[in-house]
T-cell receptor, first 113, second 112 residues
Framework: NAGVTQTPKFRILKIGQSMTLQCAQD?????MYWYRQDPGMGLKLIYY???????DKGEVPNGYNVSRSTTEDFPLRLELAAPSQTSVYFC????????????FGPGTRLTVT | QKEVEQNSGPLSVPEGAIASLNCTYS??????FFWYRQYSGKSPELIMS????GDKEDGRFTAQLNKASQYVSLLIRDSQPSDSATYLC????????????FGTGTRLTIIP
């Protein structure tokens, strides 16, 4: 199993550009999550999904959008990138509501200039 | 009050000694707790899960949970330089909530 994979590893965006961060898992997990982590800070939940077709906002959803059309994939869309979105983005997954352990992807380091 | 609090450190421990990392939580409904290790520039890696009061041992790691006092701890015995990392404590939010609450992490440095 590859576990949770994320692409790209690094990206530099100009202010106002848009992009999609890809996340996929091959563990047949139902729950998936997007976090951002700023330098020296903890993880902040952006969006999460409990299954295909179901998504919900986390603590910091503004400026982001998600979709979950399959169990495996959970892309995060950034519209109109702003410098405040410079961060490291982690995707994670967990099996179901009775198994809270989350497993993380390697992350995407995004810089907006 | 933050839901999960950790001392941000840094915590320095000599090689071979016991490193003790602590975490307190405010939500009495939380039942399960997790410790993640995060090396600089890497993603969090799950190292311990604990679901009931008491101790749980796995190799050099021991997780302790005290629900009455609402704290969780991680002990690392025979600390090695490779244990130098930031350790994140996380708790499930209880009552079927599918999200975890993460602490901000404690940076641990093992001194050779």
């Amino acid at each position: 199993n590859a576990g949770v994979t994320q692409t790209p590893k690094f990206r530099i965006l100009k202010i106002g550009q848009s992009m999609t961060l890809q996340c996929a898992q091959d563990m047949n997990h139902n729950y998936m999550y997007w976090y951002r982590q700023d330098p020296g800070m903890g993880l902040k939940l952006i969006y999460y999904s409990v299954g295909a077709g179901i998504t919900d906002k986390g603590e910091v959803p503004n400026g982001y959008n998600v979709s979950r059309s399959t169990t495996e994939d959970f892309p995060l869309r950034l519209e109109l990138a702003a410098p405040s979105q410079t961060s490291v983005y982690f995707c994670a997954s967990s099996l179901d509501r009775n198994h809270y352990e989350q497993y993380f992807g390697p992350g995407t380091r995004l810089t907006v200039t | 009050q933050k839901e999960v609090e950790q001392n941000s450190g840094p915590l320095s421990v000599p090689e071979g000694a016991i490193a003790s990392l602590n975490c307190t939580y405010s939500d009495r409904g939380s039942q399960s707790f997790f410790w993640y290790r995060q090396y600089s520039g890497k993603s969090p890696e799950l190292i311990m899960s604990i679901y009931s009061n008491g101790d749980k041992e796995d190799g050099r790691f021991t997780a302790q949970l005290n629900k009455a006092s609402q704290y969780v701890s991680l002990l690392i015995r025979d600390s090695q330089p490779s244990d130098s990392a930031t350790y994140l404590c996380a708790g499930e939010r209880g009552f079927g909530n599918e999200k975890l609450t993460f602490g901000t992490g404690t940076r641990l440095t093992i001194i050779p």
